[in-house]
């Protein structure tokens, strides 16, 4: 079955930056875009971008665009989200999600268990 | 940028009751690309039904959706106790790409 493994709980200083691993099981890892989400505490669903782990192509958030890289390695596959330049508005659960169809504009099917950020001095 | 609101914002029902939830685009969107997802405390999001109205898998039929240009409705027909949840919609077009509205939490009245 399909699953997606997030790595753990990562508490940040503000001013870092923090990488947050997804690694895939369950079907072949590049067939399958990977979408990068958020979540604040008691809020909302905020995309930060995707990544085509055949082609390590990208495409973020405009809001996102010069603190936020995508990165993905083939052969243990995973994808890795890197946020930097922290603050606390950054304190959040990011998960990362695997598209339903072979298209980057197709809904997200498969989350992974989600990690949590807090940004704190 | 295409803004999604969700109405309404909490949406308190009995179990057995039908639940509508809206959905509406600041500007028209295919609904090739409207999605909906449930989430429960601690969970993540879990996909019900995309493009527009193809349930995912496992989900049953008491969920469907339906809608087009900036007008979209998920409805629960007949809500059972798991089913009171956070409900998102989610369109995909244009900038900044992937959009989420701010949900609509239905509990028990």
């Known amino acids: 079955q399909v699953q997606l493994v997030q790595s753990g709980a990562a508490v940040m200083k503000p001013g870092a930056s923090v990488k947050v691993s997804c690694k895939a099981s369950?079907?072949?890892?590049?067939?399958?875009?990977i979408h990068w989400v958020r979540q604040a505490p008691g809020q909302g669903l905020e995309w930060l971008g995707w990544?085509?782990?055949?082609?390590?192509?990208?495409n973020y958030a405009e809001k996102f665009q010069a603190r936020v890289t995508l990165t993905r390695d083939t052969s243990i596959s995973t994808t890795y989200m890197d946020l930097t330049s922290l603050n606390s508005d950054d304190t959040a659960v990011y998960y990362c999600?695997?598209?339903?169809?072979?298209?980057?504009?197709?809904?997200?099917?498969?989350w992974g268990q989600g990690t949590l950020v807090p940004v704190s001095t | 940028e295409i803004v999604l609101t969700q109405s309404p914002g909490t949406l308190s029902l009995s179990p057995g009751e039908r639940a509508t939830l809206s959905c509406r685009a600041s500007?028209?969107?295919?609904?090739?690309?409207i999605a909906w997802y449930q989430q429960k405390p601690g969970q993540a999001p879990r996909l019900l039904v995309y493009?527009?109205?193809t349930r995912a898998t496992g989900i049953p039929d008491r969920f469907s959706a339906s809608g087009s240009g900036t007008d979209f409705t998920l409805t629960i027909s007949r809500l059972e106790p798991e089913d009171f949840a956070v409900y998102y919609c989610?369109?995909?077009?244009?900038?900044?790409?992937?959009?989420f509205g701010g949900g609509t939490k239905v509990d028990i009245k």
């Open positions: 989610q369109q995909f077009g244009g900038s900044p790409g992937l959009t």
């Open positions: 369950g079907y072949t890892f590049t067939n399958y875009y």
């Open positions: 990544i085509n782990p055949n082609t390590g192509v990208t």
């Open positions: 500007q028209s969107v295919s609904n090739s690309y």
């Open positions: 999600a695997r598209c339903e169809l072979r298209r980057y504009d197709s809904a997200l099917a498969f």
């Open positions: 493009g527009p109205s």
